[in-house]
């Protein structure tokens, strides 16, 4: 029928066949996501009207303010997802441990890792933000849930993806079979297919990075970056620069025009010296999506899918984006170009 999209659980139960993921249970905890994530853009949506922007007073395990929207998000999606019977536990952005389901609820064997806020400082000035979120299996049997069953390597992840909340609220994710970005239709409250099979260009004319830091950065950190400011892409073509600040808004951006977003190590911090991004709620979920879209995220040396977490809230340098931009910052940051 035209002009009715197709939701995102009919997408599901389509692709079902090719989508070993796409099982009952599965589209039961997506179900519960989705609803949690419209929860939150409804806030969003309207955080400048009611008392929830600004600063709850509290400090979280990041050693961040945490901001009222933050909270509100990451009590929305713990709340709705332990009740949803399809997890065992999860790890949140905001929690320093992980989030058992309580015994006296029903339990299913994935794992959710998430940030359920990802742009905070950009909240107040109405900028584009997101829930990042990212889906592994629990190995074994469901009893004993401890945090060595989230260190998993980012090739693990079952599916991985983001929501957007921006000119229009987005989902775009991969179960393992492509990307693709379903669109918020608000007047029937149903995510609506509008991007299918993303493929992010394998050339950019984008950087993205927070030059403010290059006085913290190394040699060839500074030598990556600069590569982008004065050189002229493969095709001749200038790069321009893009910062928002919510890697979800630049990395999306990157998704559908091309581009390379860049978080570095600096030495601004000696408690964060491999950056401020973390492995499990950020890069790999992004980095899945990002391959999964013909695009590519190293740390600058190896591959973010390939690394091995040795902690709950593990750090880690970004490069990430359009395939020959990633292979370019990283050839130089290894001394190679
Ligand atoms: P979060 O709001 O979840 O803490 O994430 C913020 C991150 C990310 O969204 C963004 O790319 C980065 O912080 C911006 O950091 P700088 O302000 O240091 O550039
Ligand atoms: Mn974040
Ligand atoms: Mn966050």
């Known amino acids: 029928m035209e002009g009715v999209g197709i939701t995102v659980t009919e997408h599901l139960l389509i692709h079902q066949k090719d989508s070993p993921m796409a099982t009952g249970l599965f589209t039961r905890m997506f179900n ?4 949690s994530a419209k929860i939150i853009a409804r806030e969003v949506r309207k955080a400048g009207l009611v008392d929830i922007l600004g600063l709850t007073g509290d400090i979280n395990v990041q050693g961040e303010q945490v901001r009222k929207l933050d909270d509100y998000a990451n009590r929305i999606l713990i709340h709705r997802m ?3 019977g399809v997890l065992c536990a999860m790890s949140s952005e905001e929690n320093a441990d992980i989030i058992p389901v309580p015994y006296n609820m029903p339990k299913g064997n ?3 890792i998430f940030d359920p806020l990802d742009g905070s400082s950009n909240i107040d000035a109405n900028v584009s933000i997101g829930t990042i979120f990212s889906i592994h299996k629990k190995k074994d049997g469901l009893e004993e849930v401890s945090v060595s069953d989230f260190l998993r390597s980012g090739t693990e992840q079952v599916a991985a993806g983001y929501f ?6 987005m989902l775009v994710y991969t179960t393992g079979n492509g990307v693709n970005g379903f669109t918020l239709d608000p007047s029937v409250g149903e995510f609506l297919l509008s991007h299918p099979d993303i493929k992010i260009p394998e ?5 993205s990075v927070n030059e403010s830091y290059t006085m913290y950065w190394d040699e060839r950190t500074r030598a990556a ?3 982008f400011k004065s050189s002229k892409n493969e095709r001749g073509k200038p790069y321009t620069s893009r910062y928002i600040g919510s890697l979800v808004a630049d990395f999306h951006r990157n998704m559908l025009y091309g581009g390379i977003f860049m978080y570095p190590a600096d030495n601004r911090d000696p408690k964060k010296p491999r950056g ?10 992004l980095s899945f999506v990002a391959e999964q879209a013909g695009g590519a995220a190293t740390d600058g040396e190896k591959r973010i899918l390939d690394i091995e977490p040795q902690s709950l809230h593990e750090r880690v340098p ?6 020959r931009d990633v292979e370019k910052a990283t050839a130089i940051m290894q001394g190679a170009e």
Request: with cysteine.
């Open 32 to 35: 519960e996501l989705i609803f």
């Open 82 to 84: 332990q009740k949803a």
């Open 110 to 112: 994935y794992l959710l």
């Open 164 to 169: 957007i909340y921006g000119s229009s609220t």
């Open 203 to 207: 050339l950019g004319r984008v950087y």
């Open 225 to 227: 970056v600069n590569y």
């Open 276 to 285: 401020k991004l973390r492995l499990l709620c950020e890069a790999a979920p």
């Open 318 to 323: 970004l490069f990430i984006g359009s395939k």
